[in-house]
């Protein structure tokens, strides 16, 4: 079945426990995650005629992009982590309910403002240790 | 809640003033004070500052010149910490210079990205299987579009603030970003600038900057 984006919730906290209400990001608009793996060739001459190959190391990266929010705490949280190089664990539950914390480091803050828009705020993030299921 | 970009406003520096025994109030546990005054708490970095510490208020004690080694100034925001607790009754004021902020006329559009290099420092055994990282170097590029001549003298006083001439010199910049009674300052140079305009349109300067930390303080950052 098929979900629609606006039910996701995106929470920020400065620790690796279960996100509340208050800690949900405002202003977001659109958030993605990337979560990669690192491929290893095992491939010898002992074998076939095709590649062979096996999973190496996790990461992910991510951004989240959305309005400029002055007064937001949570958007301070992640601009506080860009500046003093701490993690940011940041929850993003797809269904509302479902999905993974990720102890994100905050690599890139873009704002921007055009005299006719709303100030942008862009968040790049890139993980840093294992994600946590939650609930 | 959003906030419309039209509310905001781009300034530049203006001419180093020099200031005296500006009083100051405390921010937080008897280390930090700030400047009282919030148009002088941007410091020119090139100046010295001196910071005075009278330890008992207004009791029987007077102000004691503070060692440099002792605190750590904030240019940016105007703002000295202490490595110290100083005591309650404690109150700081400080000499130096700062810099007046200046309106930059005819700016339609702005963007600025900070950003870190990322090191990878996973090792044996990588809890998870997951990479590890830090944070790195601190840098910051941006943008301006401006569609006022950049030979303009922004500055309406006696100084001068002409972005052609701060472009040509090399000289450094402060850019200021102020909306939504929240400002972000950065010391800039100026890389390049484009003049477009088409016969149908308006001239249109575009230029970007990169950051440039001076020899003091904090390259750039965001107001508290």
Same mark, same amino acid.
């Given at each position: ?49 095709? $590649? ?81 299921? $939650?609930? | ?25 405390k921010l937080t546990a008897n280390t930090r004070y700030q400047l009282?005054?919030?148009?002088? $708490? ?183």
């Open positions: 079945m098929s979900n629609v984006a606006h039910l996701r919730k995106v929470y920020v906290r400065t620790d690796n426990t279960a996100p509340t209400a208050p800690d949900e990001l405002d202003g977001a608009k659109d958030c993605s995650i990337d979560r990669t793996r690192d491929t290893l060739d095992t491939t010898n001459f002992k074998g076939g005629d095709t $590649r062979t190959k096996a999973m190496g190391l996790k990461d992910a990266s991510g951004n989240i992009s959305g309005d400029w929010l002055p007064a937001d705490t949570i958007q301070t949280i992640l601009r506080t982590g860009y500046e003093n190089g701490t993690l940011v664990y940041v929850t993003v539950l797809n269904d509302g309910t479902t999905g993974f914390t990720y102890p994100m480091l905050v690599t890139d803050i873009k704002e921007g403002g055009a005299v006719a828009d709303l100030v942008s705020a862009d968040f790049s993030l890139t993980q840093s240790g294992a994600p946590t299921a $939650r609930p | 809640m959003s906030t419309a970009a039209h509310t905001g406003v781009i300034r530049g520096p203006g001419t180093s003033t020099a200031f005296t025994l500006e009083p100051t109030t009282n005054t919030d148009a002088k $708490r941007l410091l020119d970095p090139a100046v010295a500052v001196v910071v005075e510490v009278d330890a008992d208020g207004a009791g029987a004690g007077g102000y004691v010149v503070a060692a440099p080694a002792t605190y750590t100034v904030d240019y940016l925001y105007g703002i000295v910490t202490f490595l110290a607790d100083q005591g309650a009754a404690a109150v700081v004021r400080v000499s130096g210079s700062y810099l007046p902020v200046i309106d930059l006329l005819g700016v339609t559009s702005w963007d600025f990205t900070a950003s870190r290099t990322v090191l990878d420092d996973t090792s044996l055994p990588a809890p998870g299987g997951c990479r590890t990282k830090k944070l790195g170097l601190k840098d910051l590029t941006g943008s301006l579009a401006i569609n006022e001549l950049l030979t303009l003298d922004n500055d309406p006083g006696a100084g001068s603030l002409i972005l052609q001439t701060v472009h040509e010199n090399g000289t450094p910049f402060l850019f200021e970003r102020s909306v939504g009674g929240k400002r972000f300052r950065a010391w800039v140079l100026l890389e390049s600038t484009k003049l477009e305009g088409g016969v149908d349109a308006l001239v249109n300067n575009n230029v970007t900057f990169t950051g440039a930390a001076r020899a003091a303080g904090a390259g750039f950052g965001w107001e508290a």
